[in-house]
């Protein structure tokens, strides 16, 4: 069997039983990975080396951090203090979380911000006597597209500003406007999805007034010192570009620190962390570069691009598309740096820099479509899983697709009247 045949055959089977769910998705994603290996398709060299390290630490450092903050009480005061803020109403408190939520997901990464506020958004579910799963979903979503706005929010948008030399500034100036107009959009496409599982059982209704976190924060030493480096990480994720050092690496030494000054036991912490997404995370690079290394992506790029023949407003509708397609599917990270040289080969034949934009919310945008294209998606399923709330592939989708689709409808719109 060709490579090619190979690696396809691999990929497909791989994400079929990631959607059946009929084995773990972390085994899944391994099993993959391994067959990527085994069959010849990478060497064990190139696999290691496909692996984003960077996102493995970033995940177990924020991890980690995350666990001694939850020792504390600090996660329970939050949610109450967003149940007094919606005043008991969870349409309103969905809002309030998604807000903050996207908010933050523009100035720092969306897969760290998921793994702070999933456990703010579970107690406050349950001081509801609510379903979580309509206030996590709509908040990973929310995520997303935050994310999109900014250089920094999604690692897509890094790869694009630094191949095509874009700025902080003139970025956000470009995808900020419509990444705003998407998330008023599903604010309000949110009540429509779940108005249903928001609906409050009058005997369950909480009295906000006499709701007291006072009591709520358990070790109030520890939590400053939390605070303390956890305002110190963020900060260094602001100027890591100018530090010139990875999230991954500011992360780890904030929670290297955090152990060392709080006097926790680390194999407590170390409990908590969630091991079965970060094997799920090495497995599906591996098997998503398998995918690269063979040129399936790059096959599927360049025959889409042929049909468009130079037509400017066909190519950039088509990349937009295209790209969110894909990254539903696949990681869009190594989407995204595939398609960085026929978009920039396109740019310049076009003279059209808005192909970039077209990009850039696609591979973000898309991500919100499945469970498996985004990051946060993932994080965010695994730690709902483990709080005995599981997330089905089948009733993501049913919120993603609906949510993508409406996101791809405004940016079509956008870039339509103020691009071409």
């Not at 990929?11 to 993959?32: N, Q």
């Not at 898309?366 to 009733?395: C, D, K, Q, Y």
């Amino acid at each position: 069997m060709s490579p090619v045949l190979l690696a396809g055959a691999i990929f497909f089977i791989t994400y079929a039983l990631i959607v059946s769910e009929r084995v773990h998705r972390a085994v899944s994603a391994m099993l993959g990975g391994l067959c990527m290996v085994l069959g010849g398709v990478l060497s064990q060299e190139v696999a290691f080396h496909s692996v984003d390290w960077n996102v493995i630490f970033l995940l177990l450092g924020m991890m980690a951090i995350t666990a001694v903050l939850r020792e504390t009480g600090f996660f329970q005061w939050i949610a109450v203090q967003a149940v007094r803020l919606g005043n008991g109403r969870p349409y309103r408190i969905l809002v309030i979380l998604c807000l903050v939520t996207a908010a933050s997901s523009a100035f720092l990464d969306n897969v760290t911000i998921v793994v702070l506020v999933v456990p703010i958004t579970l107690f406050a579910a349950t001081t509801l006597h609510l379903d979580p799963l309509p206030f996590l979903i709509s908040e990973v979503l929310a995520s997303n597209i935050g994310g999109t706005a900014t250089l920094i929010g999604d690692p897509p948008n890094i790869l694009i500003a630094s191949a095509a030399d874009i700025d902080f500034l003139t970025f956000m100036l470009h995808m900020g406007p419509i990444s705003v107009l998407i998330l008023i959009a599903f604010l309000g496409l949110s009540w429509f999805l779940f108005r249903r599982e928001l609906q409050t059982d009058a005997r369950f209704q909480p009295d906000v007034s006499s709701l007291d976190a006072s009591n709520l924060i358990t070790d109030r030493r520890t939590l400053f010192r939390s605070l303390v480096v956890l305002c110190l990480v963020i900060i260094g994720f602001l100027i890591s570009g100018f530090v010139h050092l990875e999230p991954a690496t500011i992360a780890m030494s904030g929670a290297t620190i955090l152990l060392f000054w709080s006097g926790v036991d680390p194999q407590r912490v170390l409990r908590e962390v969630e091991w079965t997404t970060l094997l799920f995370f090495i497995g599906l690079f591996i098997v998503v570069q398998g995918v690269v290394q063979v040129g399936l992506l790059n096959l599927l790029t360049q025959g889409a691009l042929s049909i468009t023949k130079g037509n400017l407003p066909l190519t950039a509708m088509l990349i937009l598309w295209l790209s969110a397609a894909v990254s539903g599917i696949v990681d869009n990270i190594p989407y995204t740096a595939t398609m960085i040289p026929v978009v920039d080969s396109l740019t310049h034949t076009l003279a059209s820099r808005p192909l970039w934009w077209c990009l850039a919310l696609g591979a973000c945008l898309g991500g919100n479509a499945t469970l498996v294209g985004a990051s946060a998606n993932v994080v965010m399923a695994s730690l709902s899983e483990r709080s005995g709330h599981p997330i089905r592939f089948w009733r993501f989708f049913r919120y993603g697709l609906i949510t993508t689709s409406m996101s791809l409808v405004l940016s079509s719109l956008y870039v339509w009247l103020r691009y071409l």
